[in-house]
């Protein structure tokens, strides 16, 4: 959590702390991250076909976000997965994986339900209430307006120079 900016840093501090006093079965998995990255997540199911990005495939997209777009590239939000192993699901259905949405699970459900009411007692919005659900998300609210004003400019050189 180091390498967030400082918008985000201390909210992201108090929710690890609060999801360990809650004995909540989550754990960072990204913070800050490259605009190559961004881009590559944001090309999953999609390909350039004449020129132009086009969805080749809707199951596979991941993100819609692109280099720059995400406030992931400025340190403005984290991503927490569940534990598949934590002590929460000791006698109950384990999740399928770190990134079960509990559809299936009511236990992990109520994980989740419980970790998005976190990330709002701290300050940050939570992806969970989005159209496009991203329940590990969570980020500074307004964030874009953080952005440096060259955000374009500077987000294309970072993917041209592969970082």
């Not at 999609?46 to 086009?54: D, L, N, Q, T």
């Not at 993100?63 to 403005?76: D, F, I, V």
């Not at 569940?82 to 949405?101: A, I, N, T, V, Y």
Request: a positive charge; one cysteine or more; aromatic letters at 10%.
């Amino acid at each position: 959590l180091d390498d967030l900016a400082p918008e985000m840093q201390n909210r992201a501090k108090t929710l690890v702390e609060r999801l360990e006093a809650d004995g909540l079965p989550f754990v960072v998995f990204e913070s800050r991250r490259s605009f190559s990255r961004t881009m590559g997540l944001f090309m999953q199911g999609r390909a350039h076909v004449g020129g132009v990005i086009s969805i080749v495939d809707k199951t596979k997209i991941v993100s819609n976000a692109r280099a720059g777009e995400s406030p992931h590239n400025w340190g403005l939000a984290v991503d927490c997965v569940l534990d598949p192993k934590h002590e929460w699901f000791r006698g109950e259905p384990p999740p399928s994986g770190p990134w079960d949405d509990g559809a299936r699970n009511p236990v992990v459900a109520h994980a989740w339900t419980k970790y998005g009411r976190l990330v709002e007692s701290v300050g940050l919005v939570w992806g969970g209430k989005w159209r496009f659900r991203d329940l590990p998300h969570a980020e500074v609210p307004n964030w874009a307006g953080l952005r440096p004003k060259d955000w374009k400019g500077l987000a294309l050189r970072e993917v041209q120079a592969g970082r």
